[in-house]
T-cell receptor, first 113, second 111 residues
Framework: DSGVTQTPKHLITATGQRVTLRCSPRSGDLSVYWYQQSLDQGLQFLIQYYNGEERAKGNILERFSAQQFPDLHSELNLSSLELGDSALYFC????????????FGPGTRLTVL | GQQVMQIPQYQHVQEGEDFTTYCNSS?????IQWYKQRPGGHPVFLIQLVKSGEVKKQKRLTFQFGEAKKNSSLHITATQTTDVGTYFCAGPGTNAGKSTFGDGTTLTVKP
């Protein structure tokens, strides 16, 4: 157990819809990262937040947005969903003495029908 | 932005054979990390290398950081079925804390 929680575990929705994925980082970690992993693909970095502020942006679509709240949990919002958005979405947190070490949550599997 | 390239993409071995995956960067890396993702699981941090020429061992796993800090390797001696999964290397991004992941090497082990 990494200490990072993600909800929901599975999400099935239709094209055009909007969903929100939630992540709670490990206690004390200030950084939260979001990744997308499509079938048999690598980890595509989407976005990083540090203590409530956006720190780095990767290949995140304009239809996607994220935020980190004062209690450090984070939400990833995906809108106008397309079939190609079906993927596993991971959240990771870091912030210990080795700030590069990321602890991954179990992921949210999104299926867009 | 900075990228790390990983080869091979797939590796199939017989149980007991050795396995190596390589990670290469066009730029010097301040550090590199290795993660393992079991089938159906999430990536799990294995190790971080920081020093030029550094070699670290974890039981049957040997991690190496190149002298120029542009490449790294993970070698598994005498693979076991428990070694199956995808191994990712990750280099630091342009912002503190951000990592850039390689595409991973998926290892399958035939018993």
């Amino acid at each position: 157990d990494s200490g990072v929680t993600q909800t929901p575990k599975h999400l099935i929705t239709a094209t055009g819809q909007r969903v929100t994925l939630r992540c709670s980082p490990r206690s004390g970690d200030l950084s939260v990262y979001w990744y997308q992993q499509s079938l048999d693909q690598g980890l595509q970095f989407l976005i990083q937040y540090y203590n409530g502020e956006e720190r780095a942006k990767g290949n995140i679509l304009e239809r996607f947005s994220a935020q980190q709240f004062p209690d450090l949990h984070s939400e990833l919002n995906l809108s106008s969903l397309e079939l190609g958005d079906s993927a596993l979405y991971f959240c990771a947190s870091s912030g210990g003495t080795n700030y590069n070490e990321q602890f991954f949550g179990p992921g949210t599997r999104l299926t867009v029908l | 932005g900075q990228q790390v390239m990983q080869i091979p993409q797939y590796q199939h071995v017989q149980e007991g054979e050795d396995f190596t995956t390589y990670c290469n960067s066009s730029t010097t890396l301040s550090n590199i990390q290795w993660y393992k993702q079991r089938p159906g699981g999430h990536p799990v941090f294995l190790i971080q290398l920081v020093k030029s020429g550094e070699v670290k061992k974890q039981k049957r796993l040997t991690f190496q950081f190149g002298e120029a800090k542009k490449n790294s390797s993970l070698h598994i001696t005498a693979t076991q079925t428990t070694d199956v999964g995808t191994y990712f290397c990750a280099g630091p991004g342009t912002n503190a804390g951000k990592s850039t992941f390689g595409d991973g090497t998926t290892l399958t082990v035939k018993p």
